[in-house]
């Protein structure tokens, strides 16, 4: 404590409420439209080049001599920009396309499927979905859907009724020859998702039709045993021609 002070200065100011800002005082003006102004500093005044050597900025403007820098409109460069030269994506030429349309399908194989079934790690007294196929392992990282292929037919007999994206003439017959059937059925990205993760959905999304001319065609054929052929139609067997030993189905 410093001479001649109070001792119950310090107690004093400790207990003063602090004010933490300006106090608000009532205007001495009418406030309109045309009364209204900004807070000083809140605005600052553009600089101004070009306007003599005396002034600071005039001349090259602060900019120095020449070059990329002192042009005008110089912001970052556009990707690709390789400072004027001919860039690489232009240099070289350039082969073949993408096809937006393909699809990449995960693989089941019907030596694979029938020993899941064995197993008892897929039940064939229901029909087996691309869920059921991805909860028991059997089939992992599906990102369009699946396509049933016929490795294995020779010793294929379980009845199984799955459902899958695609499936071969081959495994169709060989399926169907033991009692089976199956069902191609078309799923788009969020219709897919809705199907293999259902507790993401709080509301469950309507099931799509496919758009594309040839696709809907191709579910509309009794051959592909398409979701979407009529019930009343027939199908008839599948022959398939007799399997060279240099082939696969």
Known sequence: ?????????TTLQAT??????TPVTAPNHVVALNSLTNIPGSIKEV????RGGSS???GTCGRGTKGQ??????????????GGQTPIH???????FTNNFQKDYQVLNLDKLQHWVRTGRLDSSKTITMKDLKDAGCVKNIKDGIKLLSQGYEHFDTKVQIEVSKASPGAIASI???????TCVYYNRLGLRALLYPHKFIELPKFAK???GKILAWYSDPQNRGYLVPPDVPLEPIVLPPKDTNSTV
């Open 69 to 82: 820098k002192a042009r005008a409109g110089n912001g970052k460069p556009r990707r690709g920009f390789e």
């Open 47 to 50: 600089r101004r080049v070009g």
């Open 210 to 212: 496919p758009t594309n």
């Open 1 to 9: 404590m410093r001479r001649g002070m109070a001792p119950w200065s």
């Open 176 to 182: 169907e020859r033991a009692g089976g059937r199956v």
């Open 56 to 58: 600071g900025r005039g």
């Open 90 to 96: 232009r240099a070289f030429p350039k082969r073949g």
């Open 16 to 21: 003063q409420p602090r004010l933490m800002h």
